[in-house]
């Protein structure tokens, strides 16, 4: 269960998707500091806790949804965020993905990401998510493809890091992109257990947490 005062989003079979809030700053500079995330991100810097704490308040005040992925057992596996809204606020980038290195939750990212779309789909009636993604980042890559995203575009030498310049592609999702890849995403991550619904009081929760 979320730690008490946490505000839950959605519930899947494997994690849940909440806000990320400031006690999360230690965790989740971990695994941005980690080796496999600073590699594929644009500021390879090391990140501090006063740095991120700072960054965290103004992505708030600017609007972005903060969310980390906990496992049904409390055990938080991942965080993401989606921002850079359209004024409408039904396009987004989605992006800042970053992973625990634990082994007990095999679908936790991939239930996180699954439910993102969801939650900004369907709960938030969004039209379009879109997103980057370093060209030798194959393993990142496949999952945006399993999930439906398509190849929007290629900028050459277009992130720079201590071991030169990667190649960028551009990514994006309609709605009827995600819905055309759902089945098998779910006969993945549901093969024995229902698929989890978003009822009407669920998009009126969302909502209102997030202020929509």
Known sequence: MARKGRVELLRGAHVLLREMDEDDAQLVVAWRNGPESRKWL??????????????????????????????????????????????PKTSAQWGRL????????????????????????????????????????????????????????????????????????????FPEEFEAHREKVEAKLYPDTAVPEITVVDVERIKAVLGR
């Open 42 to 87: 644009i500021q390879w810097d090391l990140l501090t806790v006063d740095v991120h704490l700072e960054w965290f308040r103004k992505a708030k005040r600017r609007g972005e949804l903060l969310i980390m992925f906990d496992a049904l057992d409390g055990e938080p596996v991942g965080a993401t965020s989606i921002y850079d809204f359209d004024r």
């Open 98 to 173: 970053c992973a625990a290195q634990v082994g007990r939750h095999p679908h936790g990212i991939l239930e996180g990401c699954y439910l993102v779309q969801r939650l900004c789909f369907e709960a938030l009636g969004m039209f379009r998510l879109h997103g980057e993604v370093a060209s030798e980042n194959q393993r990142a890559y496949r999952l945006y493809e399993f999930l439906g995203y398509v190849k929007e575009g290629l900028r050459r030498k277009h992130w720079v890091h201590p071991g030169g310049y990667y190649d960028v592609l551009q990514i994006g999702i």
